[in-house]
């Protein structure tokens, strides 16, 4: 059985049809003057409809260009404000750092003055053993500076430890919270005397251990002074150490052992003071 053939006419030919057909009422109603209430309708009806259409997609697509220079303009804006952010927050780094410098190296002057009577070097740290406690440290100065063995290193408020080796523009310190380390030290009000000895499980409490303390008044406690001592052969007499906190009595029933607070921060140390007036030197 034989399919039929259905005719039919090309779109692009009923558009074209359709388009003259408009374009030939549109020239009779304008040649003759006659807009009759049909034509009138039938261009309502075709016309209008489309019209409005056209504007629609017009004015949407108007919007969302309006909708799309407007978010690039936002995120040109985010970004100056971002860069201006980034800016600030540099800026207030560098003041924060140069805060933290002034605060330092004036307690640098004020440590400087309670030592008057020593000369003394400022070096940076440059290298410490693992850890976080500075029991011993590498220092940017050396032989070149007048840095030798055993000059006594100074920070905070009082004595951080001594030198133990020396390079040409380097130099190695033992600090007094060094396992290794003891110190003759003294009561200050009391002049009696002990060892302040260093201890790093100790140290992880904040404190340095006192062993010896000869205390026959009882007069000894918590808060007094203790500094180095005129008979230690290395260190200078009369340098802080830092602050009695207990003691208890030894079993000989003649001494004292306890702990003390240190007058030096050594989880954060940066800079310190070289005394570059070695002890015995200075007896001779």
Known sequence: MKKRKFFSIPTKYILGILSVLCIGMMFASYTTGFAGEPLSRLSGYVFVPFEKGING?????????????????????????????????LENNRLMQNQYRLEELEEMYELDQ????????????????????????????GQR?????????????????????TGDNWAQVRSIIDDMNSVSAQVLSTSDLCFVKGDLQLMSEGLIRVEQLKDPENQA????????????????????????????????????????TPAVDFEHLRTVLVITDV???MEE
């Open 57 to 89: 997609i017009g004015g949407w697509i108007r919007e969302k260009s309006e909708s799309l220079e407007d978010l690039a303009a936002a995120q040109e804006q985010n970004l100056k404000l971002q860069a201006q952010i980034d800016e600030l927050i």
């Open 114 to 141: 309670n030592y008057a009577q020593f000369n003394k070097v400022a070096a940076n740290i440059i290298a410490k053993d693992s850890g976080n406690w500075f029991h011993s440290f590498v220092i940017d100065k």
């Open 145 to 165: 500076d007048g840095i030798e063995v055993d000059m006594n290193v100074i920070a905070g408020s009082g004595l951080v430890g001594i030198v133990t080796k």
């Open 221 to 260: 406690a918590m808060g007094e002074k203790i500094v180095t001592s005129h008979v230690s052969d290395r260190y200078h007499e009369g340098i802080l150490i830092g602050y009695l906190n207990e003691v208890t009595l030894d079993s000989n029933n003649l001494t004292k052992s306890g702990t003390m």
């Open 279 to 281: 002890k015995q030197v």
